[in-house]
């Protein structure tokens, strides 16, 4: 079947030289490389109902089975735009006999639920990939990057591999007072869950310097865990590594259970998915809101200190828009900002297409690169170019590294990738301090 | 929502791919034109009535074993008039078929092999390079046929062009005139031919070549051989007398 | 799992209701219409005639005797035995024939590989062909399984386009020629098929011991599905009857295999240009299968690509040490071999590729003798004694008491 | 003198349905029927479930049977044919025989006066030997059509006819003799997905380790038989729907190989089987097409009796007076069958009695 247009030539079987005699004469015969090339032949003969009973026992897995072959997947799935992928593909392959664990195709997946909002037999691949994933963690076939962040995780409580104790350094040359849990315990409304990439990685840590400026302006109560917070790991429970998430999970909590808070906000979708819907299943229910939710019901107190002539387009992260449902307030936040025109894609809301981060690509980057014709977030940078932004807008920790290096891989190095809280802050006039609050 | 203005590098992101069919430099009016060529074709009607893809085609298809090729495609991209997907056919699928029409099973009654003989005709008629590529080894073979009467000659056994064959074929180039003339039919003693075609029933086939345009498709393929032909045959025909 | 002849279930090949499109396929009754309205003659079957039924039931007759041979350029180019074999058993039951060299070839295995031509070239020169065995009085009979089932679509191309049957008739006309069809396009396996009795009336050999798989050639039983012989006693009517029954009547046992209605991998072009294709298929769909399910001493075919493929494409295989080494021969051969003629004489086994001596050792034929006696002919050739040897050195006259 | 009777040609569901319907108006039905029993199709094959929810058949059957037999407005006449109608609507006289190898005793013709009459003959299946592809139905005894899996199923044991064994991996084949301009039926014969859903269900609760497959163009499961047989078929009894049709079946040692092309994935597939299954359409039974010659009923192309009023009469024929219903009139599933006979019944009903002239609009 030709794969995006492309006819898929046969597969040969050639030897570079080969002597063959004859069974009438005995006499022999050179018949090097072309002269001697056969074909594998093409017929898929293994049919059968083995492969969905396998993944439907796992929990999770059964629905993989209930497709009927409509389609109408393959044409909203992320990875099938830069690739040959899609739940009605896997599915056809379990049922002619392909071993989903051993399949290249098993670590593609970004779990972004796009096939999912479509599929009208309902069959959740974000349930049934992961739970494969599950059963193929001790097999051959788990690519070495995803191997070495679940290790990463365990060891050092998140996936960069920094030492916890340097977890809350980024508050340093914040300018405003970041107030630390561990030295003092007394109750606090926002526990703020800063998690890995905001803690660690420099883009991260500007983003999260911007929120501690606007939080304060806005005088909010809040508070972080510093080398305490461990990451929540829901993208590695999507990569497979449940076991991991629970035991993340278990010591998350036991820290969280030293304090008093009313609600716990975020900044990272994955770690707002876990604690909104993973949490509870396991005990644990808390008052969760993605940052971007605690902060546009206070746009109207910001006092801005200027304009920001700024076209910009915005990226709804799969987690806290597709598989949450809030698209609103990350809106509401960039349109109060004086001086932004909001731009919205053609692929957005509910619609959005995947920047290649969630359910394990964020680390699967050169693995997957096999398999695409260029990368997910490339192909998303591309079409926020082609809105003709200025500034393409995020609120995930993930995406503003992964749309950076992808703006300079695609010719785009003048389209600014940010987070909200950013061009928040720099509308307050940033780092200069309380000015930027209107009393009360 | 403002218009861009310069075109931004890259191709149109919401596409999957912008060239699907991997031609998107070929301008659509040739693409049209030829499949209006293939549609014009007395045959095509009675070779086309529709597709619901069952598959029963490729399911008897020999090529669709090895090739990714297939029947049904073929009849799908005309039955949709999909320009595009037909001229990427005629440029890397018609020459895989196997021309055995297992596919006449077609419960719609299409006859997909019917259908690519019909391409094959136009590509060769407008000299696209699948056709050149396919019959670069093929001239000497049509050489052959139109100037002999007949296809496939003893004196084309040779080793060197079969030795996948296995040395007994080369026992037939070595023995080739002797075991001519140990056959016991009497028309089958020659080594350049089949059998021996009389001279008259030679000028009459030129005459079919010439009539009927069969010679001119030639020329659009292998100008060469198309001009050694056209000399062999316009002399053999004032030789006797007959002029077109 | 073989097949034998009768224990097949024979329930009669039902007459379907009227919807039934494929009931009124009559080319023989429209070619007849055609000639009433004057627009072409048809070359009527006068002599005896074996009447055999098609697939959906419609009666052909095959003319036994006073036959135009159409040969085979494939089969007197690189399988001459084929054609020879064809010639020595019609000698041998005491038909006429007439081996014509006003004869072209049907030029359709270039058609079909490389397409430089068109249907009026096509239909130009099966009619002209057709004209010369009119002139001649005797009925055509097609050697060539792939001009047999050009010639059907031809036909039906004809009896469908007035303005192909103007064309063609011009051009005839220029050649000072009819346009003529014969009143029935026969294939030779039918008549080995129809004849079969005689031929196994004349059977010296013994073949109850000789295993066969048989490869129906595409064109015969695919193009024009409704014209090919079917009968209730083969395979329930299910599968075409030539050459299965041929080789039943001569006592063989017809043994079946997983691939039955695949193509040989001939491809026109590819056993030609490209030959990985055709090595695969052959071997892999065809030989190994055969081998594996049915283990045949032989394999029938009754097309000239077909022996082609099937008998070259072996011996590149064993390059990769695939399951090969298994003889071809047509159904013609077939019958030559069962009626006693000379392996190499008569059936020219030397121009094939695949092994053939393990099935005359089980004929019971002595093939060291027998090649001993053609290098005999062969000597006697270079010393001059004769030009060509005829159909006498053929049966070994000049042998002397045995 | 008007008359109070109508002929109901066809002792089937149908039939049944019609004549249940015309005495319920308080006239008389009179059922012919050629076999010595009443059921039809249903009963004639022992059809084990009834789809779409698959509760045993014979029961419904015979319940359906004798609410007839019980109403003394109706009379049953088994093992007779119609050998003619003369007559004009509202006054027809039908002329009566015993049918040839019926078990009743051969006794003269008969007349029956009537006003109107509702044709129920239904429906024969396609034989397969006509099939366009090689399914090898007279080959191989492990080829099989629906009505013979019906059968088995309705005996609780299915079982491969080559060895007596219960089979491992089962398919089905579907538009066999249906949707197919070669063989001259180009219609869809409707039921052929649902039933086929259904029996896969029921042999996957029959033989739970076998594997079962339905090779298919789309699925044609109408209304509810799409939540209550092919979804439920898919996923508690893990059917495997492929989409593609089979070209061909061939012998593989004991086992039979099938072979088409996978559709979705491009690609020939060629799998083992141990019982095909032919999916069957359709077609006219010889009943209907004797029945339609004799009363100069016209047929549709495809040798059903023509509706000339449709869609929205779908009973009507070319004949006044005589209605059709039913698989006669075409493809039909039982909802069809017993719609449809209400409306020939209640059609032919309204040639008994004129209507009171104030009522009648102008």
């Known amino acids: 079947m030709p794969s995006a247009g492309r006819k898929v030539p046969p597969v040969v079987v050639e030897k570079e030289r080969a002597m063959v005699a004859s069974t009438i004469s005995g006499r022999e015969v050179e018949l090097p490389a072309m002269w001697n090339r056969m074909f594998e032949p093409r017929v898929l003969t293994d049919y059968g109902p083995d492969g969905f009973a396998a993944i439907s026992a796992l929990p999770g897995g059964e629905s993989l089975e209930w497709c009927y072959g409509c389609g109408k997947c393959v044409a909203v799935c992320p990875v099938d735009m830069v690739g040959d992928y899609g739940p009605r593909k896997i599915h056809r392959k379990v049922q002619a006999g392909t071993q989903l664990q051993a399949h290249a195709g098993l670590w593609l997946c970004t779990t972004c639920g796009n096939c999912l909002r479509v599929c009208p037999k309902q069959v959740d691949m974000t349930a049934v990939m992961p739970a494969v994933r599950e059963t193929a963690l001790d097999g051959a076939g788990v690519p070495a990057e995803l191997q070495d962040i679940f290790e990463k995780t365990f060891r050092y409580g998140n996936a960069l591999g920094q030492a916890q104790r340097r977890r809350a350094q980024w508050a340093d040359r914040a300018g405003v007072p970041v107030r630390v849990m561990a030295k003092d315990p007394r109750p606090v409304d926002v526990l703020f869950y800063v998690e890995d990439y905001w803690s660690f990685h420099p883009r991260g840590q500007d983003a999260a310097r911007a929120f501690a400026r606007v939080a304060s302006a806005l005088g909010i109560d809040w508070a972080i865990l510093g080398a305490e917070e461990r990451t929540i790991g829901d993208s590695q429970r999507l990569a497979g590594e449940k076991g991991l998430f629970d035991a993340m999970a278990d010591d998350v909590t036991a820290v969280l259970a030293r304090y008093e808070f009313a609600r716990i906000v975020t900044p990272d979708p994955h770690a707002f998915n876990a604690m909104l819907r993973e949490y509870p299943r396991r005990g644990h229910t808390f008052d969760v809101l993605h940052y971007t939710q605690l902060l546009a019901p206070l746009r109207g107190q910001i006092r801005w200190a200027k304009e920001l002539p700024l076209k910009v387009t915005f990226h709804d992260p799969c987690y806290l828009g597709r598989q949450n449902g809030e698209y609103d307030a990350p809106r509401a936040l960039l349109e109060a900002i004086p001086g932004v025109e909001l731009l919205e894609m053609g692929r957005c809301r509910d619609n959005a297409y995947c920047c290649g981060g969630g359910g394990g690509g964020m680390w699967l980057d050169s693995f997957s690169g096999d398999h695409m014709t260029e990368r997910l977030s490339e192909r998303r940078v591309r079409e926020a170019a082609q809105t003709g932004a200025d500034v393409l807008a995020v609120c995930c920790p993930y995406e503003v590294p992964r749309f950076a290096d992808a703006a300079k891989s695609t010719g785009y190095e003048d389209l600014r990738v940010c987070d909200i809280v950013e061009l928040i802050d720099e509308a307050m006039a940033g780092g200069a301090g309380r000015e930027g609050v209107t009393g009360g | 929502m403002t218009v861009t203005t310069a075109q931004p590098p890259g191709p149109d992101a919401h596409y999957k791919v912008p060239d699907l069919t991997g031609y998107g430099d070929v301008a659509d009016e040739v693409k049209v034109r030829l499949f209006e060529q293939v549609k014009a074709d007395i045959r095509f009607g009675d070779y086309l009535y529709g597709c619901y893809e069952c598959g029963i085609c490729v399911g008897a298809c020999p090529s669709a074993k090895f090739y990714d090729f297939s029947p049904r495609r073929i009849a799908q991209a005309a039955a949709r008039e999909d320009v595009d997907l037909v001229y990427q056919q005629m440029q890397e699928d018609i020459w895989e078929c196997s021309q055995c029409f297992s596919c006449l099973r077609c419960p719609r009654g299409n006859n997909p092999g019917g259908i690519v003989t019909i391409m094959r005709e136009v590509a060769v008629r407008n000299g696209l390079t699948s056709a050149k590529e396919a019959l670069v080894a093929y001239s000497r073979i049509i050489y052959k046929i139109m100037s002999t009467g007949t296809q496939v000659s003893p004196d084309m056994l040779r080793p060197d062009a079969f030795p996948d064959w296995g040395p007994e074929t080369g026992d037939v180039a070595d023995n080739l005139e002797l075991w001519r003339r140990a056959l016991p039919a009497e028309t089958m003693h020659t080594t350049t031919t089949g059998w021996a075609v009389a001279e008259r029933t030679l000028v009459e086939l030129f005459v079919i070549w010439m009539e009927t345009g069969a010679l001119d498709l030639v020329a659009r393929v292998d100008p060469g051989l198309y001009s050694i032909l056209q000399e062999l045959v316009e002399e053999r025909l004032e030789e006797e007398g007959i002029e077109l | ?402 | 003198m008007f008359s109070d009777t109508v002929v109901v040609i066809g002792g089937g569901p149908g039939g049944l349905r019609a004549a249940h319907g015309i005495a319920g108006t308080g006239n008389r039905a009179v059922l012919i029927e050629q076999r010595d029993y009443l059921g039809g199709t249903p009963v004639a094959e022992k059809y084990s479930g009834l789809t779409p929810r698959g509760e045993p058949a014979a029961p419904q059957i015979q319940h359906l049977v004798d609410s007839v037999t019980a109403d003394p407005l109706t009379e049953v006449r088994l093992g007779t044919e119609v050998v003619a109608l003369d007559g004009e609507p509202g006054a027809f006289t039908v002329t009566l025989r015993r049918a040839q190898g019926s078990g009743a005793e051969a006794v003269g013709d008969q007349t029956v006066e009537c006003g109107a009459v509702v044709i129920a003959t239904g429906f024969g299946h396609f034989d397969p030997s006509r099939a366009t592809q090689m399914y090898g139905y007279f080959e191989f005894p492990d080829v099989i059509t629906q009505a013979e899996l019906e059968l088995m199923l309705s005996e609780h044991r299915v079982l491969r006819p080559s060895n007596g064994q219960p089979p491992e991996r089962i398919c089905f084949v579907q538009c066999v003799g249906s949707r197919d301009r070669q063989i001259g039926n180009e219609y869809c014969s409707k039921v052929c997905c649902g039933v086929a859903s259904k029996e896969a269900i029921e042999i996957r609760q029959l033989l739970p380790s076998s594997k079962v497959f339905i090779f298919y163009i789309d699925m044609r499961t109408y209304g509810y038989w799409e939540n209550e047989i092919y979804w439920p078929a898919q996923e508690q009894h893990h059917v495997q729907y492929v989409k593609g049709l089979i070209t061909e079946v061939l012998p593989k040692g004991d086992r039979l190989l099938v072979r088409g092309e996978d559709t979705t994935m491009g690609r020939p597939m060629e799998v083992l089987m141990d019982l095909v299954v032919l999916s069957v359409g359709m077609e006219p039974s010889t009943g209907t097409r004797d029945l339609a010659k004799l009363l100069g009923v016209r047929q549709n192309k495809y040798g059903f009796i023509e509706a000339t009023g449709a869609p929205l009469d779908p009973v009507s024929t070319n004949r006044e007076g005589v209605f059709a219903c039913g698989a006669a009139l075409g493809p039909a599933d039982l909802e069809d069958t017993v719609s449809s006979a209400a409306g020939a019944a209640l059609k032919a009903v309204g040639y008994l009695r004129p209507r009171p002239v104030a009522t009648a609009k102008a």
Not at chain 3, 29 to 51: C, S, T
Not at chain 3, 107 to 116: D, E, L, M
Not at chain 3, 372 to 391: H, I, N, P, T, V
């Open chain 3, 1 to 402: 799992m073989s097949i034998q002849g009768e224990a097949l279930g024979c329930a009669e090949v039902a007459e379907g209701p009227v919807a039934d499109r494929r009931q009124l396929e009559d080319p023989r009754g429209e070619l007849l219409e055609l000639e009433r309205q004057g627009e072409l003659i048809v070359q009527k079957i006068d002599r005896e005639a074996i009447i055999l039924a098609t697939k959906y039931g419609r009666p052909k007759r095959i003319q036994k005797a006073h036959l135009w041979h159409h040969k085979s350029c494939g089969q007197c180019g690189h399988i001459p035995g084929y054609s020879t074999s064809i010639f020595w058993v019609m000698r041998k039951l005491g038909y006429d024939y007439c081996d014509p060299a006003d004869q072209t070839s049907c030029t359709a295995w270039n058609y079909y590989a490389s397409a430089t031509s068109n249907s009026a070239a096509q239909a130009a020169v099966a009619v002209r062909n057709f004209a010369a065995a009119y002139e001649s009085g005797y009925f055509p009979l097609i050697h060539c399984g792939t001009s047999y089932g050009h010639y059907k679509e031809v036909r039906e191309e004809l009896i469908r386009h007035p303005e192909l049957r103007a064309q063609v008739r011009a051009i005839m006309a220029k050649l000072g020629k009819p346009l003529v069809l014969p009143e029935e396009i026969v294939h030779y396996s039918e008549w080995f098929y129809a004849l079969r009795a005689e031929i196994a009336a004349k059977q010296v050999r013994d073949f109850s011991g000789i295993a066969v798989a048989v490869h129906p050639a595409c064109h015969y039983y695919k193009i024009v599905s409704g014209d090919a012989i079917y009968s209730a006693d083969i395979y329930g009517g299910q599968r075409t009857a030539v050459v299965t029954g041929l080789a039943q009547a001569l006592g063989a046992e017809v043994r079946d295999y997983s691939t039955w209605f695949d193509c040989c991998g001939f491809g026109f072009r590819h056993i030609l240009v490209q030959r990985d294709f055709t090595r695969s298929f052959a071997t892999l769909r065809k030989i190994e299968v055969m081998k594996e399910e049915a283990n045949p001493d032989v394999v029938l075919t009754h097309d000239t690509g077909c022996v082609t493929t099937l008998d070259k494409s072996q011996f590149a295989a064993q390059a990769h040490g695939r399951n090969v080494g298994l003889a071809v021969l047509s159904d013609a051969q077939f019958a030559a071999l069962a009626m006693g003629a000379h392996p190499y004489r008569v059936c020219q086994l030397h121009w094939h590729s695949a092994d053939y001596r393990p099935l005359l050792e089980k004929m019971g034929i002595d093939w060291e003798r027998a090649w001993g006696e053609f290098q005999s002919d062969l000597r006697r050739l270079e010393r001059g004694e004769k030009r060509y040897l005829d159909w006498d050195d053929a049966d070994g006259v000049a042998d002397g008491p045995r």
